[in-house]
């Protein structure tokens, strides 16, 4: 069976660890794992498609295919037949004769599901509006650095609680065994079925969901402090609202000081200073953004070669 990673829940907790510990293998030895070239090897191209803009994910997935002697294609939004002349399934059904792997950023889910449907080789989540799955990979790695084994760790996460970032802190973060404190607005909270997958791989982890409108009860003693932008892409139009909405839970000196005082800070990026969190606090000593923009390397690349090894073993297995 192709293994796909479309949302942080299609990792076991034992998978996940197995992808982190290859990335923090990969990190110390960048050029260890060349499965796209070398002795034997197949094919050596995986597309990337972007229906939304992007910085952080498409350098570091085409670097770390480079890396791994891979030949990275980006298409960016209106330059494939995708989505307007050509279904979903019908790219699919192309692509998948022809590349390694397929890496989409797009809007719905619900995309993302249909190519992995009708493809034979992994669909990965480059963020979708519900997740951002590889991101999270990347945010997990920068605290075991700087914080240690994940299982107990709580991490509070404030602001548009209802985003993607939100929606795949909870589900990544209660797969590595962590106490998930999801903070925001009435309205602008995690939807019930994301707090019940939570909840319910919480059980098999050990960790914990905490979902509330009050910042300070996710903030208190917390080992980790994450936010992200109050507008996401395709938001832009409800800025000044989402602004007024979201300022009671601006990451700033006041909610740190709430935390534990080792408490380390994140922001996936691209941040919005003077809104979802304070100049002082992410250029400050607790910030840890910059580790975790370059983790995004690192764990792509991990979770790359494993989607791969783990999909020839199924298929060489007959599944
Ligand atoms: N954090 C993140 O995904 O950044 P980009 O939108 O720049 O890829
Ligand atoms: N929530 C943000 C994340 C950007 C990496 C967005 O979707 O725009």
Redesign the pocket.
Known sequence: MTRHFLVDTDLTPAEQAEVLDLALELKANPYAEAVYAGEGAGRRTVALIFDK??????VSFAAGIADLGGVPLVIGAGESQLGHKESITDTARVLERMVASIVWRTYAQAGLEEMAAASRVPVVNA?SDDY?PC?LLADLLTIREHKGPLAGLTLAYLGDAANNMANSYLLAGVTAGMHVRIAGPQGFLPAGPVVDAARLRAVETGGSVLVTTDAAEALAGADVVATDTWVSMGQEDEKAARAELFRSYAVDAAAMARAAPDAVVLH???AYRGYEISADVIDGPQSVVWDEAENRLHAQKALLVWLMKASQAAQADGE
């Open positions: 803009t992007s910085t952080r994910t498409r963020l951002h991101q996936c990026l691209p």
